[in-house]
T-cell receptor, first 112, second 116 residues
């Protein structure tokens, strides 16, 4: 079953604009991770945020986590054409082994 | 650091035939995962190994899918017999995770399976 649900399903912006993607989940988590997938390739890990963290930065990426609302957002600032990809959130449960459950993803298109 | 290696890259078979996929994880990674990704969807976990033991195979269709991880390193995933709905990309991933560790996953480029 897929726990995370990304919103929107697709996003189209111009280079230089910011892109925001949201993820909602249902059960309590140990951590939440964001991944990027370019067409025809495997997923690449972007950032991990733990349940006791509220915000994390990595380069042009900013991730927030609101455990009370069971939601997370990924912000990509000053987007580039190379950011065109699908973005997935994945949640790790609060108990048991670190089995990640992925959402359906947001497809981001950045036009030059 | 060499990445996760998968082969073949593409495979086309007819329904009711058998197929096998191979994965070589990053050296030293204890945990290995097989995910199925249907077009337009996120990856769905099929099976998770820690070393050579199965941690989670609750979503593996065991009547037709099988997987093994020999000596806690390489892994193979087999489908026998294949159905049309098995058409998907099969992704292998590995991580340093053990137990409740939070290590990120490293993915291979996947095997795209088409069942006709």
């Amino acid at each position: 079953s897929q726990q995370g649900e990304e919103d929107p399903q697709a996003l189209s912006i111009q280079e230089g604009e910011n892109a925001t993607m949201n993820c909602s989940y249902k059960t309590s988590i140990n951590n939440l991770q964001w991944y990027r997938q370019n067409s025809g390739r495997g997923l690449v890990h972007l950032i991990l945020i733990r349940s006791n963290e509220r915000e994390k930065h990595s380069g042009r990426l900013r991730v927030t986590l609101d455990t009370s609302k069971k939601s997370s957002s990924l912000l990509i600032t000053a987007s580039r054409a190379a950011d065109t990809a699908s973005y997935f959130c994945a949640t790790a449960p609060n108990s048991g082994y670190s089995t990640l459950t992925f959402g359906k993803g947001t497809m981001l298109l950045v036009s030059p | 650091e060499a990445g996760v290696a998968q082969s073949p890259r593409y495979k086309i078979i007819e329904k009711r035939q058998s197929v096998a996929f191979w994965c070589n994880p990053i050296s030293g990674h204890a945990t290995l995962y097989w995910y199925q990704q249907i077009l337009g969807q996120g990856p769905k976990l099929l099976i998770q190994f820690q070393n050579n033991g199965v941690v989670d195979d609750s979503q593996l269709p065991k009547d037709r899918f099988s997987a093994e991880r020999l000596k806690g390193v390489d892994s193979t995933l087999k489908i026998q017999p294949a159905k049309l709905e098995d058409s998907a990309v099969y992704l292998c991933a590995s991580s340093q995770a053990t137990g409740l560790d939070n290590s990120p996953l490293h993915f291979g480029n996947g095997t795209r399976l088409t069942v006709t």
